[in-house]
């Protein structure tokens, strides 16, 4: 979902392919919004009636086997997990995708936070007839509102432009929906449902009062986003960007991996939103490597590789999450116009001056400098390198993504607590002395 509040909106680019690759033309940019969906809490997933089936046993074992290896022994880690890791099992490709990431029922009709389709009357009432005093944000899709339905719980409205016969909108409406049903993931926006009916187009969603991760690298929240919690941002979204790939029913593409479409919770974790863009992948098992599709996504996160053959894989979302990175690192936008020529393209600049051997020059200036971080910046951005390598064929994974995350995120930890402790040993001496 887009965010509402953004004061500076990215322009999105769809450009449309008129039947071979390499044939298409830039449409008219349309003003992609920013938002603000939130939820205070994730309702738990939904058990199979078969957990006594051995087979599932085995799975959850395996699960959890699995975690213990990659979760840091420190008790924040309890507050800080990277997702829900249900593991289910199933057959042929299902139980290949389906794992640490999966919840036990993908349906939304299983889901404890209610119906799939919603009657006018629900949404009048959610939004009190749609009143400008609950009116969260405005874009080029439409207006978003925050709600409360009949459970109390809080929602976010996303309503299209009403008498808007665009068949690109409509298409997107679908398939954000289609998505949505799809998929569950503590990472991801929580799905309510939609409404279809004459000119209205209305998805629901969980609504996350902490906004959007751009709106906190410009501190429109007030406070600095410390390195910290930027790291766990980067964890989060490789996680959830990973189910998305490798363990819903079909592999997913999201196609527009941004700051803002990553909201953060009260806690600052990170939830992805938006998924108009969203495509299934390829089918692997039956041989095919790619999709041919129109290029869409947003300037400065784009594929280059998609862009000039028109061939959208994973490793898409991954150039994406390449650029995150370094906005993580940075705090700046991944496209500075304002900048002198040298700085303008983000991540050019800032993986220039880490193959220099001045990655440190790439934080964020609001950021404290230490050992630790000065360390975690460098593996950050040698990460980044890595997903942004021109040839698709070169970039890691989202999966192995994560794993290396985890790694700096545990090294990065050691260390500060062993900075800490050696301050703190100093300053006993000193007083001692």
């Known amino acids: 979902m887009k965010s509402p509040t953004s004061h500076h909106p990215r322009r999105r680019w769809d450009l449309s392919s008129s039947g071979s690759a390499g044939s298409g033309t830039p449409d008219r940019p349309s003003i992609s919004p920013t938002s603000t969906y939130s939820s205070s809490s994730n309702s738990s997933n939904t058990k199979s009636n078969s957990d006594k089936n051995p087979v599932k046993v085995a799975a959850r074992t395996f699960a959890g086997a699995f975690i213990a290896c990659f979760t840091p022994p420190e008790k924040v880690e309890t507050n800080n997990s990277l997702g829900s890791f249900d593991a289910s099992s199933g057959s042929g490709s299902e139980t290949r995708r389906r794992g640490i990431y999966a919840t036990s029922n993908n349906s939304t009709h299983a889901r404890g936070s209610g119906r799939v389709k919603f009657t006018v009357d629900e949404i009048y009432k959610a939004t009190k007839n749609f009143s400008p005093t609950l009116k969260i944000g405005q ?3 439409g207006t978003v509102y925050k709600g409360r339905l009949e459970d109390g719980n809080l ?15 409509g298409a997107e409406f679908r398939s954000e929906v289609r998505t949505l049903e799809k998929v569950e993931h503590l990472n991801l926006v929580k799905f309510y449902g939609y409404l279809e009916h004459e000119e209205e187009r209305i998805i629901v969603v969980e609504y996350v009062p902490n906004g959007t991760l751009r709106e906190h690298l410009d501190c429109m929240q007030g406070n600095v986003l410390e390195f910290a919690a930027r790291l766990d941002v980067a964890i989060d979204v490789a996680h959830a960007v990973t189910y998305l790939h490798m363990y819903t029913d079909h592999p997913i593409i999201h196609r527009d991996i941004k700051s803002s479409n990553i909201l953060l919770t009260e806690n600052l974790r990170a939830k992805v939103a938006d998924f108009g863009f969203a495509r299934l992948a390829a089918d692997s098992e039956a041989g095919e490597t790619h999709v041919s599709t129109q290029v869409k996504g947003t300037a400065g996160y784009l594929d280059p590789e998609y862009l000039k053959t028109f061939q959208l ?11 995150l990175l370094v906005e993580l690192v940075t705090g700046r936008r991944p496209i500075e116009p304002k900048r002198e020529l040298k700085e303008r393209i983000t991540a050019r600049w800032a993986l220039k001056k880490f193959t220099e051997g001045d990655a440190i020059l790439t934080l964020d200036p609001r950021l404290e400098r230490s050992a630790a971080a000065n360390l975690a910046i460098e593996k950050i951005l040698e990460l980044a390198l890595q997903c942004l390598a021109p040839n698709r064929r070169s970039r890691p994974s989202m999966r192995k993504c994560a794993e290396i995350l985890w790694g700096i995120r545990k090294d990065y930890r050691e260390l500060l607590d062993s900075d800490r402790s050696s301050d703190s040993q100093s300053s006993y001496t000193i007083r001692g002395d």
């Not at 299209?160 to 909108?169: F, I, Q, R, Y």
């Not at 894989?313 to 650029?323: A, H």
């Open 313 to 323: 894989t994973e490793k898409s979302d991954v150039y994406s999450f390449g650029v």
């Open 155 to 169: 929602v976010a409205i996303k309503r299209a432009k009403s008498g808007v016969h665009d068949k690109n909108s």
């Open 139 to 141: 874009g080029g899709f």
